[in-house]
């Protein structure tokens, strides 16, 4: 989403069979909320499949790595890194801190904005080491309550770009939805309406695992 900078969101940790629809939908939040490339680890094959079949039908640019090295990754990452913990320090608080760090900040008082960083976004699965809240540079919290680590990470990157991810624009998508109060409207991206009705469940309904062949990989999860 950024020319200057990368967003990465890294799923730390993966137990096959009970993690599968929650690293799947980390994936989904870290596309759709502005990221630019989601790594998970190299046994979650299949949601790395059903975030590349979303990206497929609704646009990008998106990528999706397996990675057998996630400690070494963190731990070689050359920009700013932030782990998401509900033991973190209020997201509130250090925002403006994040945004500065990686160059998102307004200009100063002398018309000179932080330079461009890239960012690494760690959401823990399993039990996540001590080494990792040392090494991050940010450790934030979002609520400092149980909760989904989605939840958290959807909220992170809200405030990350301040809003401005909800109007992005997404190149070679097969198809859009079309926003509207009433009805699910799925239109062809080139050439005018494709579907209507309510044939199929799109990314507003069940668990926004997209439509068609997305939606149903997903929902084997």
Do not use: C
């Not at 994936?27 to 790594?39: E, F, K, M, N, Y």
């Not at 499949?49 to 990754?73: M, S, W």
């Not at 991206?189 to 799109?202: I, M, N, Q, S, Y």
Request: charged residues 30%.
């Amino acid at each position: 989403m950024n020319d200057a900078r990368e967003v990465v969101v890294l799923r730390y940790g993966h137990r096959p069979g009970r993690d599968d629809r929650m690293t799947t939908h980390v994936g989904l939040t870290a596309r759709a909320l502005g990221a630019d490339r989601v790594i998970f680890p190299d046994n979650a094959g299949q949601s790395a499949e059903t975030i590349r079949g979303v990206t497929d039908r609704f646009g990008g640019p998106f990528a999706v790595e397996l990675r057998d090295d996630q400690k070494a990754f963190v731990g070689n990452w050359e920009g700013v890194v932030v782990h998401l913990t509900m033991y973190g320090e209020r997201v509130q608080d250090v925002e403006g801190d994040v945004r500065e760090a990686v160059g998102l900040d307004e200009p100063d008082v002398v018309g000179e904005a932080s330079p461009p960083r890239d960012l690494l976004v760690v959401v823990g699965g399993e039990k996540v080491p001590w080494a990792l809240y040392e090494r991050a540079d940010f450790n934030v919290g979002v609520t400092n309550q149980p909760h989904s680590e989605v939840a958290g990470l959807a909220v992170f990157l809200d405030r990350l770009f301040d809003g401005a991810e909800l109007d992005r624009e997404w190149a070679d998508a097969d198809r859009r939805v079309v926003p509207e109060a009433t009805g699910k409207t799925v239109v062809d991206a080139e050439e005018g309406p494709a579907e209507e009705g309510p044939a199929e469940e799109g990314p507003a309904e069940g668990n926004g695992d997209g439509v068609e062949g997305a939606g149903e990989a997903a929902d084997r999860d």
